[in-house]
């Protein structure tokens, strides 16, 4: 039966080369067998019989000539011959283009390893990954959160606190190998101690061996002749770990600390994970913070703010003196350098803010009122 192969790769008959090998790979991807849902046998067989001829110079001339008689045997559909052929006699049919190309022929297809072999990715891709080395089945111990609750002085100053956290942990009856105190640990007889074994994939493409994870010991090459009565020969199990945490000076709500390998313990020895410790900071009744400064408020009475005045303030690093000018208005700020949290990832402190609150009285007696009279009538 005749073929348009242009109208099956969907290119013009002025295509180029370039324009014919993409239009190839692109459909092949399309309907390469192993895809889901897209995958169809019968029109990958004919994009690749299409590609075999117009990807070739010369078959592609001979097609050409012979237009759309061209058909896979090599012959118009009149019996004529492409030029250089001596017909049927000659045994020259169109199987023979790949094998002539030095291409691979499987199940009555022929393939060019050089255009298909993106191509054939998605099969070889899955029978790498299970090709893994050995302890690939055995896995890194998880990671693990905690929260943890401090004092607002504890973050600006720091403090270390010691923690009961229930992971998993190496068995103390095994030491984590799996197997049971004096039982021997020996050669894996299913893989000869190599951790693979070789199994062999049936594809569309053909028979594909490929090595994998040894199932009897895991990759190991080596499994115990008693397993652990404690961990079941897993080398871990549930239990609690004491850990000590150090919290630096500065830290604040919400930031989380790091400590590498105290997560889950890894089976048979493999990498643990790591414990992240979510900080929650108390809030303070006298301070506010903000970054690396802290924020507070003073009240002081009406005749220091108008007067000035030297008062005691608080802060978290002990109390010290600071001046009222003269003057003053409610809700004035102060600034007291180096007086607020040390910087975490940092050199020095941050500053207190102090805000100044004037207090007015709701009770005077009759001198007081008297006096502020006298004032009011001055002006004041």
Known sequence: MSKDYYKV????????????????????HQYHPDKNGSGDEAKFKEINEAYQVLGNTERRKQYDQFGSTFDGSGFSAQGAAPAGGQGPASGWNWSDFANQAGGFRTSGMNFDFEDLGDIFGDIFSNTAR???SRRTRYRKGSDIEANLTIDFEEAVFGVEKVLDINKTVVCENCKGNGAEPGSKIETCKNCGGSGQVVTT??????????????SSCEGEGKVASHKCGKCHGKGVLGGKER????????????????????GEAGEKGTVSGDLYINIRVRSSMEFKREGYDIYSAKTISFSQAALGDKIRVKTLHGEVNLKIPAGTKAGQEFKLRDKGVSKLRGRGRGDQLVKVEVEVPNHLNSRQKKLLEELASEGL
């Open 9 to 28: 790769l969907g290119v013009d008959k002025s295509a180029s080369p370039n324009e014919i090998k993409g239009a190839f790979r692109r459909l092949a």
């Open 130 to 132: 299970r090709s893994s």
């Open 201 to 214: 994939q049936q594809t569309f493409f053909g028979a594909f061996r490929s090595n994998t994870v040894c």
């Open 243 to 262: 850990v000590k945490i150090k919290i630096p000076a500065g830290i604040n709500n919400n930031e989380t600390i790091k400590l590498s390998g105290k």
